[in-house]
């Protein structure tokens, strides 16, 4: 799910002391993640990301952390999920306005849910397709 609320934290430079501490301990592979006492093995991408904030806060610099949409999903075989507009206009690489327009003008099928727009990762695909398509053909044309 795509959070629509987006926050920045950002965290001061560390003490030097403590920034030298730190350092030292990720120089010597020292990396253990402990939640509420219990040791926790981080999936690659998280520890990726857990050391590199490390690594900044270890060098003296200040951090800014915040959120981003995830990447749509690719549905799997015999799974075509249902989008809100701002999911399927982030797949899509378009404005939600732009979407809404498209829906609106029956170019995307859209189906509703009570008042709500919802539309199916597989029409957001072949919208996609057909533009790459029409794209290519211009391209085509204009050599």
């Known amino acids: 799910m795509i959070s629509m609320s987006q926050r920045t934290t950002t965290t001061p430079a ?9 350092a030292r301990a990720l120089d010597a592979g020292d990396v253990t993640v402990f939640v509420d006492g219990t040791a926790l ?5 998280a520890r990726d990301a857990v050391l590199d904030l490390l690594r900044r806060l270890g060098s003296g ?10 990447p ?3 549905p799997e075989a015999g799974h075509d999920p249902l989008l809100t507009t701002s999911q399927a206009a982030s797949a ?19 189906e509703y849910r009570g008042t709500h727009r919802r539309i199916r990762m597989s029409d ?4 996609l397709q057909a533009q790459r398509s029409a794209s290519a053909a211009k391209a085509a044309g204009q050599k």
């Open 61 to 70: 610099d200040a951090v800014s952390i915040s959120s981003a949409a995830a």
């Open 41 to 45: 093995r981080l999936p690659p991408a």
């Open 124 to 127: 957001v695909e072949s919208w």
């Open 72 to 74: 749509a999903a690719v």
């Open 14 to 22: 560390l003490p030097g002391k403590d920034a030298k501490a730190l």
């Open 92 to 110: 899509a690489g378009i404005s939600h306005t732009y979407l809404r327009n498209l829906t609106d003008a029956g170019v995307i099928p859209v």
